[in-house]
């Protein structure tokens, strides 16, 4: 089975930015909607971005509207979130999820029977 592995999570002092990475070893997000979500400690997972292929769009949470961006390299084996002006309560470990495209689904919602997750990354913004 694939497992997506998200990485690039640390620690950073507020107004910082990151770079978070999602990819599987041989796997392509060619036919994929692919989705970022972040889990607080105490708090409900929750969806932060999420980018369709084929020029499908690309979509954002509003507490993360013109500080993230979701992008892909050309050869659509990585998935990048890129975090600026990064805030306290940006803190959370950060997990991708892709699901295919003839499931006829926006993006990733969290059904683990049709998605493909993974281990996430830990985020950490200091004030």
């Known amino acids: 089975d694939v497992q997506l592995q998200a990485s690039g999570g640390g620690l950073v002092q507020a107004g910082g930015f990151l770079r978070l990475s999602c990819a599987a070893p041989?796997?392509?997000?060619?036919?994929?909607?692919v989705g970022w979500f972040r889990q607080a400690p105490g708090k409900a997972r929750e969806g932060v971005a999420c980018?369709?292929?084929?020029?499908?769009?690309?979509y954002y949470a509003e507490f993360v509207k013109g500080r993230f961006t979701i992008s892909s390299d050309n050869a659509k084996t990585t998935v990048y979130l890129q975090m600026n002006m990064l805030k306290p309560e940006d803190t959370a470990v950060y997990y991708c999820?892709?699901?295919?495209?003839?499931?006829?689904?926006?993006?990733?919602?969290?059904?683990?029977?049709?998605?493909?997750w993974g281990q996430g990354t830990e985020v950490t913004v200091s004030s």
């Open positions: 999820a892709a699901v295919h495209l003839t499931y006829g689904t926006t993006c990733p919602s969290g059904n683990k029977n049709l998605e493909i």
């Open positions: 041989g796997f392509s997000f060619d036919d994929y909607a």
């Open positions: 980018m369709r292929d084929y020029g499908g769009g690309t």
